[in-house]
């Protein structure tokens, strides 16, 4: 029965959300408040006629109603439960209604707390937000229906992908697209903004924050997806190039890209029309790699039927998008000019949008080598293949620069930066950056990436450090505080400054745990039970893997051959590991479950590759023989760590809430809206704003010493 | 069942949006109260430039020229904004007045003045001051008549001009 | 003006520098694809292999049922890959690695290696594409690709088909999509679902 009522809620969403944009946009722009209430509570009914049509789905797949196309296809008796709920998300169809239901959800929210705020852009917003959704509606009802029946009832299901039946599918694809449906509000806005001409500092504050909430997500569900892959697929890698992988790296990109020129326009006043401009791409590009990812129009080895249909729907829905978005800015362009100038090259603008220009420079190469394929085979007919090898030898150089910069920027003095600034700030990081280059080749370590990784990231972590050195000590020096205590209400009082600075501390983490891969070792061999295998890793420590035996196991839904590791790190026992191979019954695939042991600093990943034909067919040993492959390697856990580490440093730079400088000046008294929380020395009065002959004033004002 | 479910969930979502347009219940459409103006808004991003700044240069990131130079420019864009925002304060607090003054006209509510009466004799008190009193001249501020030091940098107002002497509200402009 | 064109020289500065890595990076690493008949096509004058050709080229074709020869200690595969439009074109493929879960004997493959001359085929890495008569069921690595498909189901299926597990499907009984006809075997449950 709520299978058949979740149909019918997506039957009548998609009326409902073409009548409310209709009411919003009129609503707007003849300032009717009760068709602007209308077209609101569209968007909240639209979000509860989608989750009831998502609640059918599920509820199809509980129930196994094989009659139901989707669900005979992902689904089969005895798949988990876990996997029947996953199964919303698991296919193209499904995964449309899924990704409206998220749209549905975040556009809810921005009505819901923008209910007294923003009231003058808020009837664009929801106009453009519910024709957003009634596009994917649209799709999903007349290209793809997800309540599709067959003409009979199936007695079993065809089951779901073997590689997809492993936890992370209940986290990545969810993270995920609430990542990319949540850059959908920022647009909403820059859209609404351009139509009303409100091109102020209210716009800028209320994307920054739906921004990052959304890279938030996105980068998150990147992360797990690369766990997720390192995991399941048993090569020993995390990231393919694949084409679908990159897709969902070119909003990641332009929304970095942003959230740091926004920090120019807050401060400088400069480069509306450039922030204008990434906002909508950002979002233009979510909906590309949605597209890349559906149409199946680039060969990969996702090998899905191209379909048309989605493709050019697809294709549609982004011209007009671009189209609205380019005029729409060109109109305002007089308004979006800014008066002001760079005026350096050395200089903390320039490094920023120096930043910009590499970040957007490295989403144009994984764009390129993206396309470049299905060009190619367009204009000279001859198919072409670009591969990881091409995105490696790109990349990597621009991520080196990247990684620069992030020392760079934070440090480099605004507007001109003077030789002694120079001096004083960059010496000694680079000094230590170059030292540490100079002890790993010492070391043995000779490649050339990595060496650069490691040298430069040092440069980057001994910047900062300094940085919350700095702050922490010149703040419980005032304050009288200790460090522990100062440094927590530094971070407190800054949240976007420091919590920035973690998340540029998870990257270098991250990118060294990239440069690991330099010294992956690996070693093959066929063993029985009783024989061992030895790996030296690149820190020099020699482990011996002795294969214990197989045992088998019977699962829901599949069979499992689990072979016993025992393992040995320099002579020490550690313990015990387990590889398994799976054989999944619907649909009829062998899989294989890697082993892994994580210490700090590498991984020992263990692969059962092949067994004996004959396995199975007694205790000897011979029908044991198995071949393993077994690796280790080097910082891959530092991915994870500095994934961790972006995550905080995130949320800290999101969370709501820190002090508004106080004004001092006036009489003004009521000021309302304004939270003040901590008020502390170092806040500027606006009567300090004067100048030179003032010093002596200042030290009454603004202590000397860091306190921000 | 099903359809009888299905009928009445669709009956229920277009109640709810029709709703509105039926009794001419509406959203808000203007800013309200609680909110920040766009003056406030950028005064609240000139005061966390002010603040970078200061911490900026106080870390050896930026010299004292530019120092000098950047915090003026900044403060100036924030005494604009604090300008304006007065002016809508001021203008606020008077429609208000007169709202109440009305109300109590018409309905007789003597409780309603008597509070708004203290309101009224500050905005007095404060037109009065910036009508008659000084302008800082190194920073601004409107200071009351009388004053010999400026109440916010503390310059010495002695050589500042006179505010303009029409009974335009909060002559405040730097 | 002057600041105006430093920050243009840096705004080329680093468009050259990106387009320059741009390009040898497609130059250095590009390779070919292409069918078995489109490589022996290259090859056949005996000419020489061009030096993009010796870095590697990535075939795919058709996986010949039963030709698979594995050889499990020693990890060295054989087997024989078709070109899909034309069977009689063939290559015989050493492959030394483990092969995919998801190959078949009836599997689509895209390979990446070399050619050695005599028909054989060195692979460095072979993937599959489920090219059987299902519904494509992708092996794949990223969650939100499984099971992208044809829209039609049924699509490739003649009258009498075995509709994997289903049982037969007539297609071409005058049904349109999403009304095709499938006639139960064996102990299936033919049940109409009637109503909501």
């Known amino acids: 029965m709520l299978p058949a009522i979740g149909e019918f809620a997506l039957w009548i969403s998609l009326p409902i959300t073409l009548w409310g944009a209709v009411m919003a946009f009129l609503g707007g722009r003849w300032g009717r408040g009760d068709l602007v209430l209308s077209a609101e509570r569209s968007v909240y009914a639209v979000f509860a006629l989608l989750a009831v049509a998502s609640a059918g789905i599920i509820a199809a797949f509980l129930t196994d109603r094989f009659d139901f196309w989707y669900v005979s296809n992902y689904s089969s008796r005895n798949l988990e439960t876990y996997f029947k709920v996953s199964g919303l998300w698991a296919g193209q169809r499904g995964s449309l ?40 509606i649209g799709i999903t009802l007349f290209i793809t229906p997800p309540f599709e029946r067959l003409p009979f009832t199936p007695q079993d299901g065809r089951g779901l992908n073997p590689q997809l039946q492993n936890y992370w599918m209940t986290i990545h694809p969810p993270t995920l697209y609430l990542g990319f449906t949540a850059f959908t509000i920022p647009f909403a806005f820059a859209i609404a903004s351009l139509l009303s001409g409100r091109l102020d500092a209210r716009w800028i504050e209320v994307t920054r924050k739906w921004i990052l909430t959304s890279w938030f997500f996105l980068t998150l569900g990147i992360v797990f997806g690369m766990r997720w892959a390192y995991e399941e697929l048993g090569w020993g890698g995390y990231w393919f190039w694949d084409p679908v992988e990159n ?39 979510t909906i590309f790699a949605t597209f890349l990812t559906r149409s199946g129009l680039i060969e990969s080895v996702h090998s899905f039927a191209l379909s048309l249909e989605i493709a050019y729907a697809f294709l549609g829905f982004m011209g007009v998008t671009f189209a609205i978005s380019a005029i729409l800015i060109l109109w305002r362009l007089p308004q979006l000019r800014s008066d002001r100038q760079f005026e350096s090259f050395l200089s903390r603008e320039s490094a920023f949008l120096l930043n910009n220009l590499v970040l957007l420079g490295a989403g144009f190469a994984v764009l390129w080598g993206t396309m470049f394929p299905l060009i190619t085979e367009g204009i000279t007919g001859s198919k072409v293949s670009v591969g990881p090898p091409f995105f490696n030898q790109v990349n990597i150089p621009i991520g080196l620069m990247l990684l620069a910069l992030m020392g760079i920027g934070p440090v480099i003095a605004w507007r001109r930066a003077s030789a002694r600034n120079l001096k004083k700030n960059f010496l000694i990081p680079t000094a230590v950056g170059i030292g540490t280059g100079v002890v790993l080749w010492v070391m043995g370590v000779r490649h050339l990436y990595a060496l650069l990784t490691f040298a430069i990231g040092v440069f980057v972590l001994w910047i900062i450090a300094v940085e919350f050195w700095k702050g922490t000590r010149a703040r419980a020096r005032i ?45 093959r061999q066929s063993m029985v039970p009783g024989e061992s295998v030895s790996i030296t890793s690149a820190f020099g420590h020699t482990y011996t893997l002795t294969y214990e035996g197989l045992s088998t196991a019977r699962a829901q839904n599949m069979w499992q051959w689990i072979a016993l590791m025992r393992v040995e790190r320099d002579g020490q026992p550690l313990g015990t590991m387990t590889t398994e191979r799976r054989f999944y019954e619907a649909p009829p695939q062998p899989m294989t479950e890697v082993g892994i042991r994580s210490t700090a600093f590498e991984d020992l990943y263990v692969i059962l590759s092949t067994l004996d034909e004959q396995v199975g067919m007694g205790n000897d040993p011979q029908f044991q023989r198995a071949t393993f492959q077994v690796m280790v390697n080097p910082l891959v856990p530092w991915i994870w760590y500095g994934g961790l580490i972006i995550a905080i440093g995130t949320l800290i730079a999101m969370w709501p809430g820190g002090p508004v400088p106080q004004q001092r000046a006036g009489s003004t008294g009521a000021t309302p809206g304004r939270r003040d929380d901590e008020k502390g020395p170092g806040d500027p009065g606006i009567g300090a704003g004067a100048d030179g002959d003032r010093s002596s004033a200042e030290p009454a004002r603004t202590p000397v010493g860091a306190a921000p | 069942m099903t359809f009888i479910l299905g009928i009445v969930l669709a009956t229920l979502v277009v109640f709810f949006i029709l709703h509105p347009l039926v009794s001419g219940r509406s959203a808000p459409m203007d800013r309200s109260e609680e909110e920040l103006t766009e003056a406030q808004h950028r005064k609240r991003i000139a005061l966390f430039a002010l603040r970078d700044v200061e911490y900026d240069y106080h870390a050896g990131k930026l010299d004292e020229d530019d120092y000098r130079k950047m915090k003026r420019e900044i403060a100036s864009e924030a005494l604009e904004a604090l300008a304006e925002e007065e002016q809508e304060w001021a203008a606020r607090q008077g429609r208000e007045a007169a709202e109440a003054e009305k109300r109590a006209a018409t309905n007789g509510r003597v409780a309603t003045i008597a509070g708004d009466s203290a309101v009224e004799d500050e905005i007095r008190a404060l037109r009065s001051s910036l009508k008659e009193g000084l302008i800082c001249r190194e920073c601004g501020h409107p200071n009351p008549v009388g004053s010999r030091f400026c109440s916010a940098c503390g310059s010495a107002l002695a050589a500042s001009p006179p505010a303009a002497p029409s009974g335009s509200p909060a002559g405040g402009s730097s | ?95 030394r690695h483990p092969l995919p879960d998801t190959f078949t004997d009836e599997a689509e493959v895209v390979m990446e290696g070399r050619y050695l001359g005599d028909g054989i085929f060195e692979a460095t890495e072979v993937l599959t594409k489920c090219g059987s008569r299902y519904e494509a069921l992708p092996e794949d690595m990223d969650d939100r690709d499984a099971g992208y498909g044809a829209e039609d189901p049924y699509a490739g299926y003649g009258d009498g088909d075995s509709y994997a597990g289903y049982g037969e499907v007539y297609p071409d009984a005058g049904y349109g999509a999403g009304e095709l006809y499938v006639e139960a075997t064996g102990e299936d449950a033919y049940a109409r679902n009637g109503g909501i």
């Not at chain 1, 852009?121 to 929801?126: A, C, E, K, N, T």
């Not at chain 1, 976007?496 to 060294?512: D, E, K, L, P, S």
């Open chain 1, 97 to 136: 209604l899924f990704w409206a239901l998220n749209l549905g959800f975040f556009s809810a929210l921005a009505v819901w707390l923008n209910r007294k705020k923003n009231r003058d852009l808020m009837p664009w917003v929801s106009g453009v937000l519910l024709l957003v959704i009634a596009f994917f």
């Open chain 3, 1 to 95: 003006m002057n600041r105006d064109r430093r920050f243009f020289a840096g705004l080329v500065g680093v468009a050259a520098i990106v387009t320059w890595l741009i390009w040898t990076g497609i130059t250095d690493t590009m390779v070919y694809y292409l069918t078995p008949t489109e490589l022996l096509e290259r090859m056949e004058d005996g000419a020489e292999q061009s030096e993009r050709m010796q870095r590697g080229v990535k075939v795919s074709g058709d996986v010949l049922p039963g030709s698979l020869v594995a050889h499990t200690d020693e990890l060295k595969h054989q087997f024989v890959v078709v070109d899909p439009d034309n069977r009689d074109v063939q290559l015989i493929v050493h492959f």
């Open chain 1, 247 to 285: 897709a969902s790296l070119l909003p990641w990109i332009v929304a970095t890209a942003f959230l740091h020129s926004v920090m120019i326009q807050e401060s400088r006043g400069m480069l509306k029309i450039w922030n204008m401009a990434l906002v909508c791409l950002t979002f233009i590009m």
């Open chain 1, 479 to 523: 304050e009288g505080e200790n460090l522990a205590i100062a440094f927590t209400h530094l971070v407190k009082r800054n949240r976007r400054r420091w919590g920035g600075y973690i998340v540029h501390v998870g990257v270098v983490v991250m990118f060294m745990g990239f440069a690991g891969a330099a010294f992956d070792r690996e070693v």
